[in-house]
């Protein structure tokens, strides 16, 4: 680690938890970003700011002026252009060292198994119950850990799966088949800071894993912001599940 990257994250070193052993854990992380919009902004920019080394960002969308409400990667200028790309510029200005690799298009099939498996961390910042299930099942596979997050109207909730300890849960043992909710922020609307809030916390989580301190692993946090509410539900382990029983 250079003089600079000694001044540029210093303030992270200093933490007792961190120090530069755990810095230099941060910087030879590889960060799977799945969804470029109001999840995807705050992760991907506090990721990069943090110093973790890549980060693949994948997302087939391209940036509409609906999106610039919350999705505070983007700029106006950017309508019309593909959001990954959008995205790879503003984190080039945060932090140069950081290397982005980008995916125009849908995370699924062979293309999300070989991105889960290349990466260290996965981190869930999508909108659809398909692609949860499918990023969720690759990482059951690869037994990376993922960070999910959600956020819809004036609610959020967040937890940590890590198929690598026998006894964590996977998505699908918080979700059935059948039992999610056909919902997005394009048709029931959300608030323009929660995304910002939520994956904020999501980041924080990804860090908190990648130097090995205890994150919410086991439990899902779930935000009320009309009544500013926090409650935490332990999360057990299906022995039926499909994908990870």
Partial sequence: MNDDQLLRYSRQIMLPQVE???????????????GAGGLGAPVALYLAAAGVGTLTIADADIVELSNLQRQIIHRTADIGRPKVVSAAEKLAAVNPEVKVNTVQAAMEGE????AVRDASIVLDCTDNFTTRFAVNAACVRHRKPLISAAVIRFEGQL???DPAEPDSPCYRCLYKDG????ERCSQTGVLASLPGVMGSLQATEALKHIIGLPTLRGRLLVMDAMTMEWRSMKLRKDPSCPVCG
């Fill in 159 to 161: 937890t940590v799966f």
């Fill in 111 to 114: 293309a999300l198994d070989v």
């Fill in 20 to 34: 530069v052993a755990g810095q230099q854990r941060i910087m030879d992380a590889h960060a799977l970003i799945i």
């Fill in 179 to 182: 039992e999610e909710l056909a």
